[in-house]
């Protein structure tokens, strides 16, 4: 299966001169911990809320003054939408990253793959295989002993 047909479309982006603020918002209201950073609609860094607390707040940078540029790193780890889920899975965890930005050859942003896409592709194929649903089954009880009542430091 290729990365294009498990990848989110539609990501939201900034841009490099945005403000941090704007970036650290979006960060927020999306619950997203990295947002692509877009010139010219290709892909040119990435900015994690990380890079905003060690670069630019933690030295008492202003986020109002500070620009997406001035905090972002410029050489993104991204995979191409015509990759195998296979391959960009392997180098999610070579590369120990949690999402990569999904491009076409000219680095235009397309999408974005996540690791939570992945597993859930994987355990899909791994149900397919076994053919038996994804849940365990409880383990049977012992009969033999009857569970005593929690005692708690109240009742003692």
């Known amino acids: 299966m ?13 841009t490099p001169d945005d403000k941090l603020r704007t970036a650290a918002r979006l960060m927020v209201d999306l619950d997203f911990e990295a947002l692509p950073v877009l010139e010219d609609n290709k892909l040119v ?7 905003i607390a060690v ?9 109002e003054a500070t620009t997406v540029h001035q905090a972002m790193s ?29 491009v076409k050859q000219d680095k235009r942003l397309i999408g974005m793959v996540s690791l939570a896409d992945l597993t859930i592709l994987q355990a899909a194929s791994r149900r397919r295989e076994i053919g038996k649903p994804l849940h365990r089954s ?15 430091a109240a009742a003692a």
């Open 2 to 14: 290729k990365i294009r047909d498990v990848m989110t479309p539609d990501i939201e982006v900034v």
């Open 45 to 51: 860094g990435m900015i994690t809320g990380r890079d």
């Open 55 to 63: 670069r630019i707040v933690a030295d008492g940078g202003d986020p």
């Open 74 to 102: 410029t050489d993104p780890l991204y995979c191409f939408e015509n990759e195998s889920a296979e391959d960009v899975a392997r180098k999610m965890g070579d590369w120990w990253v949690r999402r990569l930005p999904v």
């Open 138 to 152: 409880r383990a049977a009880r012992s009969t033999r002993q009857a569970r005593r009542p929690r005692r708690t």
